[in-house]
């Protein structure tokens, strides 16, 4: 059995319900989950391989609650982590300010993570224009100002879903972002090479 070395981690950030869980489900098992929806407890974590050019690189993917309940927990997820992806609901206003919430958690704390702002369930605006609550343009110009990339997707249509996360592996792999230091090893998981670890928390 050889070792899966995980390259990058990733942390997923964003209030209860924005959709996180259904995002890293989505692009990992290729499915959107129906059925009474259920809050993630603590946290639950995923390696998946991905192709950029010639390499594979293999994102450790955190997925955590976004209950404010679990608020110190995520702290300790997002340590170290080189990506988040930190998500909102298009629907819904107040998730926007928790996701500048957890921006300026990120830019205090963790100054080597590049924030990916991730509009959600962009299949409901698409549905009824009316329900957008949150302006493109108007995260677009935070975007650029804290240097972030912005996505608007849908976990439940797959819209943008795999151009999300093969974005951060790429930039993972671009000379600017790729610096492993002697403190920071990658983390051998000593899976199979094609295995997925997916340990995961959910309560009704
Ligand atoms: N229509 C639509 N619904 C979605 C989408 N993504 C998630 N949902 C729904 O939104 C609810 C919450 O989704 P989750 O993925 O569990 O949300 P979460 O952010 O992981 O929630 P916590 O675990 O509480 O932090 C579920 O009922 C999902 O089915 C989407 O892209 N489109």
């Not at 050019?53 to 300790?76: C, F, N, P, Q």
């Not at 151009?163 to 610096?179: C, G, I, M, R, T």
Request: aromatic share 10%.
């Amino acid at each position: 059995m050889s070792a899966m070395r995980v390259d990058a981690k990733v942390v997923m950030l964003g209030k209860e319900s924005v959709g996180k869980t259904s995002l890293v489900e989505r692009y990992v098992h290729h499915r959107f989950l129906v059925g009474p929806y259920q809050n993630t407890i603590g946290a639950a974590f995923v390696a998946k391989p991905i192709q950029v050019g010639e390499k594979v690189i293999t994102l450790g993917i955190w997925d955590t609650a976004g209950s404010e309940r679990y608020e110190a927990m995520s702290r300790i997820y997002y340590r170290g982590a080189r990506a988040a992806i930190v998500c909102y609901d298009l629907t819904d206003s107040s998730s926007f300010q928790r996701a500048k919430f957890w921006v300026k958690e990120l830019q205090n704390c963790e100054e080597h993570c590049r924030i990916y702002l991730c509009g959600t369930k962009n299949d409901l605006i698409e549905g009824d224009r009316s329900l957008r609550q949150i302006d493109y343009h108007d995260v677009q110009d935070f975007a650029e100002e804290i240097g972030a990339q912005h996505f608007e997707t849908s976990s439940k249509s797959g819209n943008n879903v795999d151009e999300l996360f093969q974005k951060v592996a790429e930039d993972y792999n671009s000379s600017a972002f790729q610096y492993m230091t002697a403190e920071e090893p990658g983390v051998d998981l000593g899976q199979k090479k094609d295995s997925i670890f997916y340990s995961c928390c959910h309560s009704n």
